[in-house]
């Protein structure tokens, strides 16, 4: 596994190491020993699965209590995945990373605890598998909306997204709920 850091050194764009012949192909999607050995000593709690069709947007997503990490990757089709920083202490506080993950680079981000984070599905229809290190906890939920501008995210939309009407009420920075 190849382990790369973003703009956000926090956020790690996970390369796995892909064995493939004629029969098809095999990667490990976490080995705890090489996460470790990567700075990314974690236990995961609770998986995580979804499907959505072209032009969903889903987040930006946290909770304020029972932060989850999570260790995103995408089974088939293919999003424009997004990590926000809403740890007011740290200096990359308000910033974002984004990647394309895919079914086929077989990419993953690791998106800390402290992180706002969402996706918007670029393809017919993508199936979204995660790892959390906490359990979900829908009374800690908060939803960073995806479209403030002060978070200057270039969504590459195709028309207007498709969003649940939690992530339409999702609130800009400035008077969102953060960690400290």
């Not at 959505?52 to 293919?78: I, M």
């Not at 740290?90 to 984004?98: D, E, K, L, Q, T």
Request: glycine share 8%.
């Amino acid at each position: 596994m190849e382990f790369q850091r973003l703009a956000i050194p926090d956020v790690v764009l996970v390369k796995p190491k892909v064995f493939g012949d004629a029969r098809g192909w095999f990667f490990e999607s976490w080995e705890a020993r090489k996460f470790a050995a990567a700075g990314l000593d974690v236990a995961f709690v609770q998986d995580n699965y979804s499907r959505s069709v072209k032009g969903t947007l889903r987040g930006l997503h946290y909770q304020v209590k029972q932060p989850q990490g999570k260790l995103v990757r995408v089974t088939a089709g293919e999003v424009f995945d997004v990590a926000v920083d809403i740890r007011r202490s740290s200096p990359s506080f308000g910033r974002s990373v984004s990647t394309i993950l895919s079914g086929e680079n077989r990419h993953q981000l690791w998106i800390p605890a402290g992180f706002a984070h969402g996706f918007y599905v670029l393809s017919e229809s993508a199936e979204f598998f995660y790892k959390c290190t906490d359990f979900y906890a829908p009374e800690h939920e908060r939803t960073l909306s995806w479209d403030d501008p002060a978070l200057g995210i270039a969504w590459p939309l195709e028309g207007a997204p498709l969003l649940s009407p939690k992530d339409l009420q999702g609130k800009p920075l400035a008077a969102a709920e953060c960690y400290p």
